[in-house]
């Protein structure tokens, strides 16, 4: 194709920003946390995981090399942002965790300089020791060049309005880097009202847990506090944007919330971007364009765990304009994700 003066259409840079890789030592740590008894949650979903009869997508997150190359040339996909998949480490003792974190980020550095234009990536830390998850995150970004963090919502409960989680707050918005706010199964309490319907998991469990984490850190303080700080959202923003106006509504209403600088809308726009992993649905993105802005808006697929081709076959066709359409597909990405435009 080429445009009216004659020169060629520069074909589109399609970025997606929810793509999971594993390793095979966090496979293992999983396996001794199965073999050990413990009954957190996530589990249930990576007991499916396990033996002859897993899904043949289990196998894709350790494939960088191979098939997800073939996939991304098929279907015109420039560059995964790679991260480790959730629940990453944050169900490890704090010794394990921060050491499998250091290992899944060297590799991660690895596969990136095999592959530089095809992979860039979101660097794991261990919450469960905040000073050393601090120091992995600055050797992430200064050391091995790496592109922001992945955070799979809670750890042990705990969300990162809590204050011994300041020093990892502190490092994100020092280092000007994002943190991509994964969802995870919710505490055991609330995923034990969801389960006898399957429910715990990325049918509804996961985008209330990763909504709750992100009300928390508005509530908290976090980004009165520290307001560079920048965290991105899934799956069209885990359903907060539906849910600004009723939140801003409460929130200037009273009840047991502390008081903070700005209505839950504000932060949303200051402090969060999303993506559209997962949310193949126009509709909802129109409205995210609308209420959010397009510059917000990153493109995602959730590979493994997602069909790819429907993803791409979506965003390329959906009825928006082809500047939001470049912006949501790579611009915004490079901006947010600091990765070098082409």
Request: proline residues 7%.
């Amino acid at each position: 194709m080429q445009e009216q003066d004659g020169s060629p259409v520069k074909p589109l840079r399609r970025i997606a920003t929810e793509e999971a890789f594993s390793i095979p030592e966090h496979f293992d740590a999983i396996r001794d946390l199965i073999a050990a008894g413990s009954q957190d949650p996530d589990l249930t979903l990576w007991r499916h995981f396990q033996g002859n009869h897993r899904p043949v997508f289990v196998d894709n997150l350790q494939d960088v090399d191979f098939q997800r190359l073939r996939t991304m040339d098929e279907l015109g996909v420039s560059m995964h942002l790679l991260s480790l998949t959730s629940p990453g480490v944050q169900m490890l003792d704090a010794d394990r965790a921060t050491g499998l974190a250091e290992l899944a980020n060297d590799r991660l550095a690895e596969i990136i300089a095999r592959h530089p234009t095809r992979y860039a990536g979101l660097a794991s830390f261990a919450p469960q020791d905040p000073k050393r998850a601090a120091r992995e995150m600055e050797r992430a970004i200064n050391d091995l060049k790496l592109n922001g963090f992945v955070l799979n919502s809670h750890t042990n409960g705990e969300y990162l309005d809590e204050p011994k989680f300041r020093p990892i707050l502190e490092a994100a918005e020092g280092l000007g880097a994002a943190i991509y706010l994964h969802p995870r199964t919710p505490p055991k309490p609330v995923a034990d009202l969801a389960n006898k319907y399957g429910l715990e998991t990325g049918m509804w469990g996961y985008q209330t847990d990763a909504a709750l984490h992100a009300l928390r850190m508005m509530y908290g303080g976090v980004f009165d506090d520290f307001p560079g700080l920048k965290f991105v959202l899934g799956h069209m923003g885990e359903g907060l944007p539906y849910w600004a106006w009723r939140l801003d509504y409460w929130g200037r209403n009273g009840g047991r919330r502390p008081p903070v600088k700005r209505a839950p809308s504000e932060y949303l726009q200051e402090n969060f971007a999303i993506t559209t992993s997962g949310m193949e649905w126009t509709p909802v993105l129109k409205f995210c364009i609308d209420t959010l802005g397009a510059d917000k808006i990153m493109f995602a697929i959730d590979y493994p765990y997602q069909e790819p081709e429907p993803a791409v076959r979506w965003l390329d066709t959906a009825e928006i304009s082809d500047e939001h359409r470049a912006m949501i597909y790579s611009g915004n990405a490079e901006r947010i994700f600091r990765i070098p435009a082409e």
